[in-house]
């Protein structure tokens, strides 16, 4: 039996992660600060603590570990990230955790750690046409990220790839392209696009109005969840290390991506474009290097993904109105 650790086993995808591992019949032990918001952990072990705190992470990565997923980050959606009020908190905690858990890791002979980046490291200029965003792995530099939850992903990167140069670290890194799914943030805040306007439509009546940030007209690609568990679990025990893009290649406009949830909610609504944090102007998951060297691609389509997680918000909205 493997021993696996989760680190962020409470957020969105650590928690979709322990299911996973726990249905291969892996002893899985979860850290985070919080237990799952949605379902109860199925980890063997969960452990709530600070990864900020040094001695906390040299308890919790102890000797035999198989596998290591490293999740966790103070992250959130546009309205968190890109509003500058958050920037110190986004790069200290998130820094700070991964200086931590590279550390520790080396000492402790980890078999394997994942290490999930983001899209968000890549360079603006190569995001300003929503209609050709460049996101291939090999444009990452010279870097520019169009925020600092970018920069601090870029440094992380490197610094996994440190240590798997210098202390033999056996690091795998991905960049997640906007992974989303049922059981995650939706309206603290924090949430994501794709829940947020699952959400505005949940709760807007046929031919209402919902307002959208921006012009509509910004592109992106969106992954479910399913499909990035598959690529995660495929490439830490690969014998390939990245950095790969694990993301969609279904690219459309926002505009497009309400008409998608519009459809699957049964409703016709009109938009309002508003000002509001956006980040780049176009983006999407170039899967070439992943796809020739794992073989992965995604499963579910934009549509199916969707229709998942608007039926999961619609019976959250349906109990909060109750």
Same mark, same amino acid.
């Given at each position: 039996m493997k021993k696996t650790l989760v680190l962020g086993a409470g957020g969105f995808i650590g928690s979709h992660l322990v299911k996973r591992l726990k249905k291969e019949g892996q002893y899985v032990i979860g850290v985070d600060l919080k237990f799952p918001e949605f379902s109860e952990s199925l980890a063997d072990e969960f452990y709530l603590g600070d990864l900020r705190d040094y001695t906390f992470v040299s308890q919790v990565i102890t000797e035999g570990i198989d596998e290591l997923y490293q999740l966790a980050a103070d992250m959130g959606g546009a309205g968190y990230i890109f509003v500058g009020e958050h920037d110190a908190d986004v790069m200290h905690n998130s820094a700070q955790i991964n200086l931590n858990v590279a /550390?520790? $890791?080396? $000492? /402790?002979? !980890?078999?394997?750690?994942?290490?999930?980046s983001s899209a968000c490291m890549y360079p603006e200029y190569n995001q300003l046409d929503p209609e050709n965003p460049k996101c291939g792995e090999n444009t990452a530099y010279p870097a520019q990220p169009d925020s600092e939850y970018g920069w601090e992903k870029l440094f992380?990167?490197?610094?996994? $790839?440190?240590f798997s140069r210098n202390y033999d670290l056996n690091v795998k890194i991905a960049r997640f392209h906007n992974i989303y799914g049922e059981e995650g943030a939706w309206n603290n805040g924090k949430e994501k696009a794709p829940a947020a306007l699952c959400r505005k439509i949940a709760l807007v009546e046929n031919d209402g109005i919902i307002d959208v940030w921006g012009d509509g007209k910004q592109t992106r690609s969106f992954l &479910?969840?399913?499909?990035?568990?598959? $690529?995660?679990?495929?490439?830490?025990?690969?014998?390939?290390?990245?950095? &790969?893009? #694990?993301?969609?290649?279904?690219? !459309?406009? #926002?505009?497009?991506?309400?008409?998608? #949830?519009? /459809? !699957?909610?049964? /409703?016709? !609504?009109?938009?309002s474009h508003i000002e509001g944090p956006t980040g780049v102007r176009g983006r999407c998951s170039d899967n070439r290097l992943i796809s020739h060297d794992?073989?992965?691609s995604p499963k579910i389509n934009l549509e199916r993904g969707i229709s998942k997680l608007y039926r999961w918000i619609e019976s959250n909205v349906k109990v909060e109105s109750n």
């Open positions: /550390k520790v $890791a080396s $000492a /402790k002979k !980890v078999k394997a750690l994942f290490y999930s992380s990167e490197r610094l996994y $790839a440190s &479910y969840i399913d499909d990035c568990l598959d $690529a995660v679990i495929e490439l830490i025990r690969s014998e390939f290390s990245g950095p &790969y893009n #694990i993301g969609s290649e279904e690219m !459309v406009s #926002i505009d497009e991506f309400v008409e998608v #949830i519009a /459809k !699957v909610a049964g /409703k016709s !609504v009109k938009i794992l073989g992965w």
